[in-house]
T-cell receptor, first 121, second 110 residues
Framework: GAVVSQHPSWVICKSGTSVKIECRSLDFQATTMFWYRQFPKQSLMLMATSNEGSKATYEQGVEKDKFLINHASLTLSTLTVTSAHPEDSSFYIC?????????????????FGQGTRLTVV | DAKTTQPNSMESNEEEPVHLPCNHSTISGTDYIHWYRQLPSQGPEYVIHGLTSNVNNRMASLAIAEDRKSSTLILHRATLRDAAVYYCILRTNYGQNFVFGPGTRLSVLP
């Protein structure tokens, strides 16, 4: 199956600094990438959807100026947490979806990165 | 995406079959039923998906009720490595993303 790679797997940063998380699709072109956040003992919550070459669409309640998303190529999307605070500590997960050639969206599996554990101290 | 309902948790003994239920009474005719699982500290992993007919792959089987209002993920022989949170998700042809519910936390006892 397709592989989505996230980097780093974990990061610890000081409060007030910015952190960049990369999400790469290794063997397919990801026209759309999704960024999720997961707090302990909770399910994944969608933060934003990004399409290559266009601005990301953020879910309600997610600050677009704080969580900067760049999807500059078909294989790379980045999430930058700016001026991170302890409450931003979470598990961040990306997902990628390729284009479709005869397959419907519903009939296509999603591919997820391994996640990035962010701890802000 | 339509809503699904799963038990919060289930237990199984190692090497025994596990049947994980999912109710989706508001499913529409074009919704696919997807199952993913999430091992501790990892991203979700695809397990299986189907539309109307039962499906089998190397990981599991998916049994879909005739009225499609429920489905069951079947792990034929649970191993300790199958301990994870299992998510049942309905996927439309129009929805962009996957909407995750709480899922079922499966514990496998040695």
């Amino acid at each position: 199956g397709a592989v989505v790679s996230q980097h780093p797997s974990w990061v610890i940063c000081k409060s007030g600094t910015s952190v960049k998380i990369e999400c790469r699709s290794l063997d397919f072109q990801a026209t759309t990438m999704f960024w999720y956040r997961q707090f302990p003992k909770q399910s994944l919550m969608l933060m934003a959807t990004s399409n290559e070459g266009s601005k990301a669409t953020y879910e309600q309640g997610v600050e677009k100026d704080k969580f900067l998303i760049n999807h500059a190529s078909l294989t790379l999307s980045t999430l930058t947490v700016t001026s991170a605070h302890p409450e931003d500590s979470s598990f961040y997960i990306c997902s990628a979806r390729g284009g479709f050639s005869g397959w419907s969206i519903g009939n296509t599996e999603a591919f997820f990165g391994q996640g990035t554990r962010l701890t802000v101290v | 995406d339509a809503k699904t309902t799963q038990p919060n948790s289930m237990e199984s003994n190692e090497e025994e079959p596990v049947h994980l239920p999912c109710n989706h009474s508001t499913i529409s005719g074009t919704d696919y039923i997807h199952w993913y699982r999430q091992l501790p500290s990892q991203g979700p992993e695809y397990v299986i998906h189907g539309l109307t007919s039962n499906v089998n792959n190397r990981m599991a089987s998916l049994a879909i009720a005739e009225d499609r209002k429920s489905s069951t993920l079947i792990l034929h022989r649970a191993t300790l490595r199958d301990a994870a949170v299992y998510y049942c998700i309905l996927r439309t042809n129009y929805g962009q993303n996957f909407v995750f519910g709480p899922g079922t936390r499966l514990s496998v006892l040695p």
